[in-house]
């Protein structure tokens, strides 16, 4: 990239993002640099404290509530997505069926070094480097449908 397109690229950002969000996206990257967050997030795991007690903030409905709520159009559709996460497959992003993958070949390395490196995503997915294909599967927001469905059916093949 040459000088005068990087000063384009700034100025552009300048002007779209303003003085305050680009000093705030520069201060992000330099903790991003110096291995700020990653002295942060050990120090905050070595100070974290067991959790001892469950607490609800809410009660969840019963099992014949959630039937009537789903309707048999929405059961059949939460026991077939339900199913299709049993069979090792998951919906990212909303889109498509894809394996669902928790564990990878090589050691995963901690989340800024693909920020400053996204190149190293490469032999993890074939798509476009981005570690949001790393954190979705781990987000485990494909819990919720199995735990619908074993709610209602007590199948344990959801649990």
Known sequence: MSHFSRVGIALKAFFQLGPRLLAL???????????????????????????SA????????????????LGRDGLQTLL?????????????????????????DQPLRHWTE????????????SQVPDIKFIWEPARFGWAFTLGRAYTITQDEKYA
């Open 80 to 104: 077939a997505g339900a199913d299709e996460i049993v069979g090792g497959k998951f919906r990212r992003f909303g889109g498509e069926a894809v394996p669902l993958q928790l564990t990878f």
């Open 114 to 125: 693909y920020e400053l490196h996204p190149q190293l995503l490469s032999p993890l997915y």
């Open 54 to 69: 469950h607490y609800s903030l809410f009660s969840l409905p019963n099992r014949e509530q959630l039937k009537n709520v």
């Open 25 to 51: 996206n520069a201060l992000y990257r330099f903790g991003l640099r110096i291995g700020h967050f990653q002295r942060v997030e050990k120090r905050e795991l070595e100070n974290r404290r067991p959790v």
